[in-house]
């Protein structure tokens, strides 16, 4: 039985990747693989940070959060694909694609806002370091977590509200391979208008704001490394960012590929590509990444294993 009175459709079918037949197993073991790094990456990043004191700062305390995302939003589509992939069953009920729906945007969101509370973490860093321990004090920190978890958790019940009050009456096939929003407009039988309207302020708010404010600090990051005299000391001081700008620049990279066109425009493919990007791909780089580029997250993690042998 479907949520809303509206609603016909008790079912949606995910076209997922049915028109590669022959690749099912090749990307069941790729997917499977993904999910297994990404889970362990990142659970070991927020053991390591809980278990360790000298990573309880603000930037460890934001890249805690992140990885906390990240396992919600590869957990929420993974497990969805790769029984489609081993059963041959590509059915999700209106409740599934609706809780799905809900916590991939929550989790999607609340990443593009947390890179930019990120990037301003950083930039006082490098641009204030004598104030640095007052201006993102622990409180602040807080404030800006929470502000990040619960401003998306409203951007997504907006959005998943506004899903559930559209009729789907007709065709049920999603040309992705989880619920998305412009595929699942596509399918709706009546107005979409207020749905396209939302995700268009959406996507201004969290995708050119937030990518503003990003290139904002770093431009003022790379203003202030540019003038320490030492090479080390510029080297220092970019290290501390690097592995940051890199996460950012992949995230917002394959969002603008996939979601900076109207509706109308909706290319599957192109969409299905982009999501392989940011629900797989990124949540499993993003642990590798602050890994390897991190000495403090690397000793941390040595700790971590040395502790677990004994």
Request: hydrophobic residues 45%.
């Amino acid at each position: 039985m479907a949520i809303s009175n509206h609603s016909q459709v008790t079912e949606f079918i995910l076209q997922g990747f049915s028109e590669h037949p022959k690749l099912w197993l090749l990307l069941f073991s790729c997917f499977f693989s993904l999910y297994v790094v990404a889970l362990t990456g990142n659970v070991l990043i927020i053991t390591a940070i809980i278990l360790n004191p000298s990573l309880h700062s603000p930037m460890y305390f934001f890249l805690f959060n992140l990885a906390t995302m990240d396992i919600i939003c590869t957990s929420s589509i993974l497990p969805q694909v790769l029984e489609g992939l081993l059963t041959e069953k590509n059915t999700i009920s209106y409740r599934g694609c609706m809780t799905q729906l809900y916590f991939l945007i929550w989790s999607a969101s609340s990443e593009l806002l947390l890179f930019t509370v990120m990037a301003y973490d950083r930039f006082v860093a490098i641009c204030h370091p004598l104030h640095y321990s007052t201006m993102m004090n622990k409180t602040l920190c807080n404030v800006l977590a929470a502000g990040v978890w619960l401003i998306c958790a409203f951007n997504s019940s907006i959005h998943t509200g506004l899903m559930t009050q559209l009729s789907f009456c007709g065709p049920n096939v999603i040309t992705h391979f989880f619920c998305e929003i412009p595929p699942l407009l596509l399918l709706s039988c009546t107005s979409t208008y207020i749905n396209s309207v939302m995700t268009v302020i959406a996507d201004a708010f969290y995708g050119f704001i937030n990518f503003l404010l990003t290139l904002v600090s770093y431009g003022f990051i790379i203003s202030s490394i540019l003038k320490i005299r030492t090479s080390e000391g510029k080297k220092r001081a970019f290290s501390t960012c690097s592995s940051h700008l890199i996460v950012v620049s992949m995230y917002y990279t394959a969002v603008f590929y996939a979601y900076i066109s109207p509706i109308c425009s909706y290319d599957p493919e192109r969409s299905k590509l982009a999501g392989v990007l940011y629900t797989m791909l990124s949540p499993t780089l993003n642990p590798l990444i602050y890994t390897l580029r991190n000495n403090e997250v690397k000793m941390a993690l040595r700790k971590l294993f040395l502790t677990i042998r004994k």
